[in-house]
């Protein structure tokens, strides 16, 4: 998900939104923390006799992508959020939105398994249940590293004898995370893509070939040194 930047008077710009906040009181600190690493500024407060809170803020367009998921769970449901294209400003340099880690990505094509997937488990959170069809430059986690991860979920375990295959199929994995399409949104990152389909939301990286991939992010990072 992109914002659409516009150059004024010479300066590149940035669509800023007026937020309007109600929540209980007891949310209201979480609230203005988050607001504050989105970058909004808050310009009014007041707190009435009936427990509840108002707070407005003005916030790059930006900075409200995948919000509202962490507003509703931050507040318990209890909280509502309005907002609403208020006007361009300077963009906000040295700042970017969103998650600092990498992504969990398939080198190949094919359906998951449990023993691949318990393979990677250590990197990072897994999005995908066992079962599911991939395919190579799918995001399948969230990486714990910064950078990406190219990591293989498709194989499978070769069975020597009855037992092991007993124990292949008793084997556990941790319950995969599965975004909404509000958090997908946010997770994004500029060589990402969101993919939408009657069945399932499918996250991608733009290069889906993996040697191709990797040498454009290290032309890239030469770029910026």
């Not at 998921?69 to 040295?94: A, C, D, W």
């Not at 080198?107 to 488990?121: D, F, R």
């Not at 990486?143 to 991860?149: F, K, P, T, V």
Request: no cysteine; glycine share 8%; net charge neutral.
């Amino acid at each position: 998900s992109k914002v659409i930047y516009r150059e004024i008077d010479g300066k590149l710009s940035e669509p800023f939104e007026s937020v309007v906040i109600d929540t209980p009181d007891e949310y209201s600190g979480a609230v203005i923390d988050s607001m504050a690493q989105r970058k909004g500024e808050m310009l009014n407060m007041e707190t009435g006799n009936n427990g509840q809170t108002r707070l407005e803020f003005s916030t790059p367009t930006r900075g409200l992508i995948g919000y509202d998921s962490q507003f509703l769970s931050m507040t318990r449901g209890y909280g509502i959020l309005n907002h609403t294209f208020s006007e361009y400003k300077p963009v906000i340099r040295g700042w970017e939105p969103g998650r600092r880690n990498g992504a969990l990505v398939s080198i190949n094509q094919g359906k998951t398994t449990t023993y691949a997937i318990m393979g990677v488990e250590g990197r990072g959170t897994i999005f995908v249940d066992p079962g599911t069809e991939v395919y190579e430059g799918m995001i399948i986690g969230q990486s714990s590293r910064e950078r990406d991860i190219s990591v293989n979920v498709t194989k499978g375990k070769n069975m020597t004898n009855v037992r092991s295959a007993t124990k292949d199929q008793t084997a556990t994995i941790k319950k995969p995370t599965h975004l909404t399409l509000e958090e997908s949104l946010e997770f994004l990152n500029e060589d990402e893509l969101l993919e939408i389909t009657p069945e399932s939301i499918r996250l991608r990286k733009r290069i889906l070939e993996t040697n191709a991939r990797e040498k454009a992010a290290k032309k890239a990072k030469k770029a910026t040194e």
